[in-house]
């Protein structure tokens, strides 16, 4: 049985708490669900977001994206006090979403139809998820995108243990690349990350940047069985609380 997370309870909510500045809130979402459900999500996107959520060729992917994107807006639009359909963003760059004003910090990431969705007030933020699986592959990939530091690790863990340890790596180096928003121009073997299973989760070393590991804090995340998450965020000193979207 693999070792819980640093984060476990995940109660039910339909409403946000207040947002803290040395808080983080993080929502896991169910993304299948039923056709009224998904309807109702696709009256609050914007005019771009349903001509995106149109060019899925599949009809799950498609309704994934619609809930997914409309608990966003009515998330946001709780915590900043606005209506949902009114939730205006722009893009960096790489295409991270933002609001135009504010200090609200958000980042979503979808994993076989689950979401985590994080916040916070004035603190960069990344979230990201994945289902726990075997990949015939995993060790090819482990040597082109990990670092050397963690390849001396992945290649220490059991047979049984290293889909998760893949998955903890992963997820991780995914949750940093987004929280500074500049996606995969940033080499993922050019910052150090822990992967055993058990560990607990830490951004290590950051080579070659100005940011240091020391800027940023980082979290495991157990959403639901079978799946592996991680938030990373900016600062030290704030405090985790994590719900599932009623």
Not at 68 to 78: F, K
Not at 127 to 154: H, I, M, P
Request: glycine share 8%; proline share 6%.
């Amino acid at each position: 049985m693999w070792p819980m997370s640093e984060s476990t309870v995940w109660p039910e909510r339909q409403s946000v708490p207040p947002l803290p500045a040395d808080e983080v809130h993080v929502w896991c979402v169910g993304l299948s669900q039923s056709p009224a459900n998904v309807a109702a999500m696709w009256t609050l996107l914007s005019t771009d977001e349903q001509v995106r959520a149109n060019r899925f060729y599949f009809d799950k992917d498609r309704h994934h994206y619609i809930y997914g994107r409309g608990v966003l807006r009515t998330l946001i639009g709780q915590y900043e006090q606005v209506p949902a359909a009114a939730v205006a963003f722009v893009y960096g760059p790489q295409g991270k979403p933002s609001l135009a004003s504010g200090d609200l910090r958000f980042n979503l990431s979808h994993a076989q139809g689950i979401a985590l969705i994080g916040f916070t007030r004035g603190r960069e933020i990344g979230v990201d998820v994945e289902a726990v699986r075997r990949l015939t592959d995993a060790d090819q990939v482990a040597q082109r995108f990990f670092s050397e530091k963690e390849c001396n690790v992945y290649s220490t863990v059991s047979d049984a243990e290293k889909p998760r340890a893949f998955f903890n790596c992963w997820t991780r180096k995914e949750a940093f690349i987004k929280a500074i928003g500049e996606g995969l121009s940033c080499p993922l073997d050019s910052f150090d990350v822990t992967l055993r299973p058990g560990e607990p989760a830490c951004l290590q070393q950051v080579r070659g940047r100005q940011t240091a590991a020391a800027h940023w804090q980082l979290r495991s995340l157990d959403p639901t069985p079978g799946y592996v998450g991680a938030v990373l965020v900016e600062g030290q000193g704030w405090g985790l609380r994590c719900w599932r979207w009623q």
